[in-house]
């Protein structure tokens, strides 16, 4: 199984950018998937979740109403698009596909907001 995530970067206050997770060697439309993101000397947060067949989302109150979470199940990928964000978006941003049986982790990709 493995997931790679892309997309992070560099990008001013107010900016957006679209993180996208690319899953393979799983079933990918029998999985939650999950976007988390982890602050240096912060704990991990989870930041957006989709159900398996993509009906249903929920955010963390931080992020809500300004990033949106969305799959394609015939493509294999989970992304996150990412509005207004702001410094305190900074972070490694990971996504999980996520079964009553296993989980599994992508390496992450790194987001900075900075002036």
């Known amino acids: 199984v493995q997931l790679v995530e892309s997309g992070g970067g560099l990008v001013q206050p107010g900016g957006s950018l679209r993180l996208s997770c690319a899953a393979s060697g799983l079933t990918f439309s029998t999985y939650a998937m999950n976007w988390y993101r982890q602050a240096p000397g912060k704990e991990r947060e989870l930041v957006a979740t989709i159900a398996s067949a993509g009906g249903s989302t929920s955010y963390a109150d931080s992020v809500n109403g300004r990033f949106t979470i969305s799959r394609d199940n015939s493509k294999n990928t989970v992304s996150l698009q990412m509005n207004s964000l702001k410094p305190e978006d900074t972070a490694v941003y990971c996504c999980?596909?996520?079964?009553?049986?296993?989980?599994?982790w992508g390496q992450g990709t790194q987001v900075t907001v900075s002036s």
């Open positions: 999980d596909a996520l079964r009553l049986d296993g989980i599994h």
